[in-house]
């Protein structure tokens, strides 16, 4: 059974930065894609960005294209999220999600992914 924790959520201020890790255990890291969402007050969860197994390949939401970037290390078992020039609108729980091995389902809807962790909350001041 896989495990994942984000980790590094906190309040920032608009325009500041903040890095997200998520430690994923129980499992081939290697052999897992891994993906981030978010949840506003009030809204619906939504997809923030996914990766590759190896992390060569990086996709974002639009909203969040060229301010975040997501990177992995198959030798530790994280996953981060690097968030640059945060807006108020990014105020959310983000959540880090991981595919069973193998799985080659969409990285874009969160019914695709089988493992997620606990959240963590990321506070935008303006």
């Known amino acids: 059974q896989v495990q994942v924790q984000e980790s590094g959520g906190g309040l920032v201020q608009a325009g500041g930065s903040l890095r997200l890790s998520c430690a994923a255990s129980?499992?081939?890291?290697?052999?897992?894609?891994m993906g981030w969402f978010r949840q506003a007050p009030g809204k619906e969860r939504e997809f923030v960005g996914a990766?590759?197994?190896?992390?060569?390949?990086?996709y974002y939401a639009d909203s969040v294209k060229g301010r975040f970037t997501i990177s992995r290390d198959n030798t530790k078992n994280i996953l981060y999220l690097q968030m640059n020039s945060l807006k108020p609108e990014d105020t959310a729980v983000y959540y880090c999600?991981?595919?069973?091995?193998?799985?080659?389902?969409?990285?874009?809807?969160?019914?695709?992914?089988?493992?997620w962790g606990q959240g963590t909350q990321v506070t935008v001041s303006s």
């Open positions: 999600a991981c595919q069973r091995p193998y799985s080659d389902s969409s990285l874009f809807t969160g019914n695709s992914y089988d493992y």
């Open positions: 129980g499992g081939t890291f290697s052999l897992l894609r």
């Open positions: 990766g590759s197994r190896s992390g060569a390949t990086t």
